[in-house]
């Protein structure tokens, strides 16, 4: 079952390559769009941007180690599993701040930003969590929900900023 799994995760660090490397790389131009205006994301006056901002560099990282996960040496499935769960958990966590700022601005973000902010990160979530528990015991064929669960990530990410962006523009 090792080998198998060496090969599969072996087919895949191309993919987890790409996919980190897109993830930094947005990371990095959220930290310089901040930069430009940090005053803008002070936790008492702007709590909803900090949010956003906050939300968004948790699902680019969260992608960053996900793809550092399959670049760790001779990684088993249990080791595998146990990186993933942990990276699940502390997401799911992680939201559970973020829902209550968001719950409070929904309305002035529009009638999709809860769905988009929480619910579609959240399933992501779930996936990735159960995605963990099938690498725990070695089952490969979760490699391509995991794939979807990170282009989900990126693509909330990315969402998020540019309406980050967009908003503070506005100011």
Do not use: C
Not at 11 to 23: D, K, P
Not at 61 to 66: A, E, G, P, Q, T
Not at 97 to 105: E, G, S
């Amino acid at each position: 079952m090792d080998n198998e799994f060496a090969a599969a995760i072996a087919r895949w660090q191309n993919f987890e390559s790409l996919a980190g490397s897109i993830a930094a790389t947005l990371l990095g131009l959220l930290f310089v769009a901040v930069s430009i205006r940090p005053a803008l994301f002070g936790q008492e006056e702007h709590p909803a941007l900090l949010s956003i901002a906050a939300k968004s560099l948790g699902l680019f990282m969260l992608v960053i180690m996900i793809a550092l996960a399959f670049q760790i040496p001779d990684i088993r499935p249990r080791g595998m599993g146990i990186v993933l769960a942990a990276l699940a958990v502390i997401s799911m966590v992680n939201t559970m701040h973020h829902v209550a700022v968001m719950r409070r601005i929904s309305h002035e973000w529009g009638p999709l930003f809860l769905a988009r902010r929480i619910l579609l990160p959240t399933l992501g979530y779930v996936l990735l969590l159960a995605a963990s528990a099938a690498m725990y015991n070695g089952d490969v064929e979760w490699l391509a929900v995991l794939a979807i669960t990170q282009m989900l990530f990126l693509f909330t990410g990315t969402h998020n900023a540019w309406d980050l962006l967009i908003r503070v523009g506005k100011r």
